[in-house]
């Protein structure tokens, strides 16, 4: 049975950490899997999810899906989530505003798409098709992106509200995303957040990300989620649950992945930002 | 072609390509073309999907060192580029590719490393099975041995060398110790099973391998020990099962006049 995620601090699971987490047991409210790690036919992952499974909540995060290109939905690959959903009832079920597979190459990035009526339109359809299929609601994630296309005629923000009012999909905010997105953009990351179509916001990730520049000696930050989550997404994150109450909020570590005990720091440090936002919401109630 | 269709076209050309330009119309915040920004993402596919060759096939890269792997796997990633995202079947084509790459040319056992590796990957996500246990073929009578068709573990793979590649796979994994190999010393026939949690890598006996891939073919007993023995004179039937009974690398068996106008 599914099993709903609470308005807690969950992590990203890593095999790094298997072995921690069922011995250790740790008091995290969820732990959320990219989909694709876990679509063979079985092996230890299986044995490992499906024990971690019984023990918490889990959220399933799909890295591969490519809604955002123009050609159909690769059905297998459909299919394949569909039955990981039934397999393993995860209370969330989220992919990314991203396009991945050009006609027969998968091109295994998260590659951003120009918001434009047709890729609204496009998009909107590729959603429609994954919800029927998979029958429930999926969460779209916001991008992080490294350059804008001339031919965009939408902010992100509205594009992002258009895809959620027509598809009735929740939302995913990568607070991280904004930051790098915001910074690559030279957007108001706040107005951005603020713009942001909250309501429809069902769960927040948190991560780290490398900074570069560009060639003009611009800042460029890459979403590298190999580090701790920086103090500008910390004040990002406080910031919207300020203003969402608390949401189930991931913490993300993928490349370079650190002892447990670092990971399970940034978790307990989010969990005191929600917890903050909790009390606080409490006493808006209360004064009103 | 609509312009979003155009739009991934070129984008998708210019990311595999490192001599294209970047697309025009992909801008910074000024509205001017960024190469560096298009290279983010061209730096993403090429290098994380060589990083994640690097994962499964670790002695290969420890045989050739990383700066060696990385410059292979990336014009692997290329010529070759995923064609599913399941990236966990990503790479099964890379020995062959390892075989037909000049720079490599030297070191001939390199492509069957490779095969190893990519065999242990493929059992260690390979459907789950309960082995059969020696008891279940004891009890078959004598005369019905030759009819009998043992069903291989989903899990199995078989990688024949002439090379010693299980011994220079085995130097170069956990906490090999890399030492001079007789590359004349003979061939290793290797078997990679995960009956259950771990994978297990086993050399296989003399005819080993001929008599296991007949079995893999469907091919009763009898005719698969032909094999065998072709392969091997000193082929032994008995040690063959018992060793593919000890790794754990059946499931099953039938016999073959159960089912009428199989061959």
């Known amino acids: 049975m599914r099993e709903e995620i609470p308005a807690r601090v969950g992590v990203g699971l890593k095999p790094k950490h298997y072995r921690d987490i069922l011995d250790g047991r740790p008091d995290v409210g969820f732990f959320e899997v990219h989909a694709e790690n876990y679509m063979g036919a079985g092996g230890p992952p299986h044995r490992y999810l499906a024990a971690i499974r019984e023990l918490y909540p889990l959220s399933l995060h799909g890295v591969g899906l490519s809604i955002g290109a123009d050609r159909p939905l690769d059905r297998a690959h459909l299919l394949r989530l569909e039955g990981l959903n039934r397999r393993y009832a995860p209370g969330l079920f989220s992919e990314h505003l991203a396009w991945s597979t050009h006609e027969a190459t998968f091109l295994n990035d998260l590659l951003p798409v120009p918001y434009t009526d047709e890729t609204l339109a496009r998009i909107a359809e590729h959603i429609d098709e994954v919800q029927e299929t998979v029958g429930r609601q999926m969460l779209l994630e916001n991008p992080s992106t490294y350059l804008a296309f001339a031919e965009s005629t939408y902010p992100e923000v509205d594009f992002i509200r258009a895809i959620a009012t027509r598809t009735g999909c929740g939302l995913l905010l990568d607070v991280n995303n904004v930051h790098v997105s915001a910074t690559n953009q030279q957007w108001d990351p706040l107005a951005y957040i603020d713009a942001f179509p909250l309501e429809h916001v069902r769960e927040i990730h948190l991560g780290g990300h490398a900074p570069e520049i560009d060639d003009a000696g611009r800042p460029l930050l890459i979403d590298t989620h190999d580090r701790e989550v920086d103090e500008i997404v910390w004040g990002l994150f406080a910031h919207t649950v300020s203003r969402t109450g608390p949401l189930p909020t991931l913490v993300e570590w993928d490349a370079n992945v650190p002892e447990w005990s670092v990971l399970k720091a940034e978790a307990e440090r989010a969990e005191s930002i929600l917890l903050a936002a909790d009390a606080e919401g409490a006493r808006r109630v209360s004064a009103g | ?263």
């Open chain 2, 1 to 263: 072609m609509s312009p979003l269709a155009e739009r991934q076209r070129g984008f998708a050309a210019a990311l595999l390509d490192a001599d294209a330009g970047t697309p025009a119309g992909l801008v910074g915040p000024d509205g001017a073309p960024s190469a560096r920004r298009f290279a983010v993402y061209r730096n993403n596919v090429i290098v994380g999907l060589s990083e994640s060759l690097m994962v499964t096939f670790p002695a290969v890269c420890r045989i050739v060192g990383e700066e060696f792997f990385l410059a292979m796997a990336r014009a692997y990633v290329v010529a070759d580029p995923p064609r599913s995202p399941m990236l966990l079947e990503y790479g099964a084509g890379f020995a062959d590719f390892i075989a037909r790459f000049p720079p490599a040319a030297e070191l001939q056992y390199l492509p069957d490393v490779a095969r190893i590796e990519n065999a242990w990957k493929e059992s260690f996500h390979s459907a789950e099975a309960a082995p059969l246990p020696l008891a279940a073929l004891a009890a078959i009578p004598e005369a019905r041995m030759t009819a009998l068709r043992l069903h291989l573990h989903p899990s199995l793979r078989l990688v024949p060398s002439r090379f010693p590649a299980l011994t220079i796979w085995r130097m170069n994994v956990d906490d090999g110790v890399p030492s001079p190999v007789d590359l004349a010393a003979g061939g290793e026939d290797v078997l990679i099973v995960r009956p259950a949690a771990q994978v297990e890598v086993r050399m296989v006996p003399p005819g080993g391998a001929a008599f296991i891939g007949r079995l893999g073919e469907g091919a009763a007993l009898g005719a698969a020990a032909s094999a065998g023995l072709g392969a091997s004179s000193t082929f032994d039937l008995a040690a063959n099962i018992a060793g593919l009974v000890s790794a754990g690398a059946l499931s099953g068996y039938d016999f073959i006049d159960d089912h009428p106008g199989a061959a």
